[in-house]
Nanobody, 129 residues
Framework: QVQLVESGGGLVQAGGSLRLSCAAS????????MGWFRQAPAKEREFVAA????????YYADSVKGRFTISRDNAKNTVYLRMTSLKPEDAAVYYC??????????????????????WGQGTQVTVSS
């Protein structure tokens, strides 16, 4: 069972940047699609970004496109989320997730929480205005 541990959250001013990391416990991580989701108080967990297992494609929510970048280093069993131009509405607990996708899974699949079997415990991002 893959365990995921996020880090890098914190308090940042609006317009600032943060880089979140998610370390996986097993090398099998390299075969999984990886995603980032976030959940603000009283809101549902929502998709932020995802990447195919081989890094060949990335997917972003419209609200973060152009500001956030997902990347992965399979040699380090780690996926990253670089967040720039942060806004107060980006404040949330950020979760990384891993899942096995088939070659036939399209972009919609990568945005679905139910497609991810493994989840981290979350890291808090707070953005002050």
């Amino acid at each position: 069972q893959v365990q995921l541990v996020e880090s890098g959250g914190g308090l940042v001013q609006a317009g600032g940047s943060l880089r979140l990391s998610c370390a996986a416990s097993e090398r099998s991580f390299s075969r999984y699609a990886m995603g980032w989701f976030r959940q603000a108080p009283a809101k549902e967990r929502e998709f932020v970004a995802a990447m195919r297992w081989d890094g060949s494609s990335t997917y972003y929510a419209d609200s973060v496109k152009g500001r956030f970048t997902i990347s992965r280093d399979n040699a380090k069993n780690t996926v990253y989320l670089r967040m720039t131009s942060l806004k107060p509405e980006d404040a949330a607990v950020y979760y990384c997730a891993g899942g096995a996708m088939s070659p036939f899974d399209g972009s919609n699949s990568y945005r679905m929480r139910t497609k991810y079997a493994y989840w981290g415990q979350g890291t808090q991002v707070t953005v002050s205005s």
